[in-house]
């Protein structure tokens, strides 16, 4: 089991920068990927960028690139998510999730799931 525990949402101004937090626990070294996505209201869930714990290898989804940085401190069990020029658009629900084993695509089949940090971005 893995658990996983996301932090640093909240409300900012259009153009402005917030670094979300996704710790994790429990089962570890399990873990293969790490992800950030993302659900608006009335929207499906979107990917917004992965990365690998062991080598610290990235993928973004193309819309994101430049803004968004994911990152991860293996010291901390933490992955971040940098978030910079944001958007009345970038409000939603983000989420980071935990893919276990390899051969699977970036932005799909996580096993588990945060509960989620809330954004808004006010313009």
């Known amino acids: 089991q893995v658990q996983l525990v996301e932090s640093g949402g909240g409300l900012v101004q259009a153009g402005g920068s917030l670094r979300l937090s996704c710790a994790t626990s429990?089962?570890?070294?399990?873990?293969?990927?790490m992800g950030w996505f993302r659900r608006a209201p009335g929207k499906e869930r979107e990917f917004i960028a992965a990365?690998?714990?062991?080598?610290?290898?990235?993928y973004y989804v193309n819309s994101m690139k430049g803004r968004f940085t994911i990152s991860r401190d293996n010291a901390k069990n933490t992955v971040y998510l940098q978030m910079n020029s944001l958007k009345p658009e970038d409000t939603a629900v983000y989420y980071c999730?935990?893919?276990?084993?390899?051969?699977?695509?970036?932005?799909?089949?996580?096993?588990?799931w945060g509960q989620g940090t809330q954004v808004t971005v006010s313009s």
């Open positions: 990365i690998r714990l062991n080598g610290g290898s990235t």
């Open positions: 999730a935990a893919q276990i084993g390899a051969g699977r695509n970036w932005a799909d089949g996580y096993n588990y």
């Open positions: 429990g089962s570890i070294f399990s873990i293969y990927r």
